[in-house]
Every structure is written in C-alpha cells, then in structure tokens.
C-alpha cells in the first residue's frame, strides 16, 4: 500500500511538475517569437481560429508604404493619440481608467495600439482581466524589440475589419470601397477607423449616421493633427537632415 501511494504522489508530481513547465513555456513563447517579426508577417489568433473551424479569412499583407498615409493617422487620432510617445503602455491612460473605474471588472479601454497588437497576435479577444495582466507586459516587449513603424504596420495587417473574415487595411479597402489600401481617402479612411472597435456590427461600406458623424470628427482630428504620425515617417539622418 506503502509503495502504492508513493507511486501515486509520484506520477501526480510528475504531472504538476510538466504542467508547470507547459504553462511557462506557453508564457514565454511570445517573448521568443515577437523579435522574428522584425522580418516574418505574422497572423493574429482570431485568423488562426477561423482557419481551424473552417471560416472565411481574407488577408493581403501589405507594407505600410502601400497603405494610404491618412489610415494610421486617422488610427492613431481615434484610438491611441499618444502611439508615438509611449512605449506600448499609456501609463497616462491607466491611471485615468483606474482612477473612473468604480470597480474591478470596469477596468477595460485604454488599450494602446500597441496593446491591441499584443492581444491580437498572442492572446484571446473579450474582455478579462486575466488578459490585460498578460497584456501589459506583452505590450512593453514589443515596443522595445520592434521600430514603431512595424508596430503599426503589423496592426494595420492583423485588424479584424470585417465580418466575415476580413483582415487587414487591403482586404478591409476592397471590401468597403473597391480600391486598395493605397487608394483610400481621407474621409474612406476616417470611416475603416470609426469602425476598429466593432466591425462585425459596424459597416465602412453602408455607414450608418452615427458611424459617419464619427468618421468626421475622426477626419477633422487627423487634418487637425499631422504630427501624431511623426514616428512613422521615413526620415534621413545623414548630414543633419531630417
């Protein structure tokens, strides 16, 4: 009996031991693989999901120099005006959450561009608080490994922008407005950034009232504010230039 319930408390510690090492190595994953994106074009979880189920998934990946100037601008003014100041966290914005929350569970929004990135490529959609613990770090690592700019071009390529499988500002232009993503206007991209936060219920290429009442003050932002891009600018170093 002796050497049973040894045996027993033996193969149990076995299996806390090897869930321990598969909950770090799980942890740490994304640590490992985000330096790759330097050069590689990820895919985000929801893509991955969808392809597993069988779903629909629409995704050209294209370099942000093939993606309209006005469509991370106008990103940038409507969900994250500090993108080129922070580094992956808006500690600013927290604090401000923190501070409005009445309690735990209200502790949602001010997600960087960077955040969303994080969530998007290693984590799971909804909300949880769970999730934003892992989020926040995440988001850190990246905007210390990656330029700004590839930050943005990653999130521009992994954005669900649709509602039926559409990802990415190509997919997400040619579904709204029959033009690529180097095509867009402003007002086109005022309307692909009024609809980010829900785009299985809002539409770029049927906008109802409110959504183009948005897209305006997304737009006037934006023209408004031609600095907030600033980090995403090719610049020449060399002899003094800028």
């Known amino acids: 009996m002796r050497n049973a319930?040894?045996?027993?408390?033996?193969?149990?510690?076995r299996l806390v031991r090897w869930t321990l090492v598969v909950v770090l190595v799980l942890l740490l994953l994304p640590y490992l693989i985000t330096p790759l994106y330097v050069f590689m074009r990820p895919v985000s979880t929801p893509m991955v999901w969808r392809w597993m189920t069988g779903a629909r998934v629409v995704r050209t990946y294209v370099p942000l120099d093939a993606i309209a100037p006005a469509l991370p601008l106008t990103v940038i003014g409507s969900e994250d005006a500090r993108f080129c100041r922070h580094r992956g966290v808006d500690w600013k914005e927290v604090a401000s959450s923190i501070e409005n929350a009445e309690e735990l569970a209200d502790l949602r929004g001010a997600s960087t561009i960077t955040q969303q990135t994080a969530k998007n490529l290693f984590l799971w959609q909804g909300r949880s608080f769970v999730r934003k613990v892992l989020e926040f770090p995440l988001a850190l690592w990246i905007d210390f490994v990656l330029p700004k700019r590839r930050v943005m071009e990653i999130y521009l390529n992994i954005a669900e922008w649709g509602?039926?499988?559409?990802?990415?500002?190509?997919?997400?232009?040619?579904?709204?407005?029959?033009?690529?993503?180097r095509e867009l206007t402003d007002q086109q991209a005022?309307?692909?950034?009024?609809?980010?936060?829900?785009?299985?219920?809002?539409?770029?290429?049927?906008?109802r009232p409110g959504i183009r009442k948005l897209a305006g003050i997304y737009e006037a932002r934006a023209a408004a504010s031609p600095g907030l891009d600033d980090c995403l600018r090719k610049r020449r170093r060399n002899a003094g230039i800028d």
């Not at 319930?5 to 510690?13: D, F, K, L, W």
């Not at 039926?164 to 040619?174: D, I, L, N, P, Q």
């Not at 005022?190 to 906008?207: D, E, G, W």
């Open 190 to 207: 005022a309307l692909l950034a009024a609809v980010l936060p829900n785009p299985i219920r809002r539409s770029a290429k049927q906008p």
């Open 5 to 13: 319930s040894r045996s027993s408390r033996s193969i149990v510690g």
């Open 163 to 181: 509602p039926t499988g559409e990802f990415g500002a190509e997919a997400a232009a040619r579904r709204a407005f029959g033009v690529s993503a």
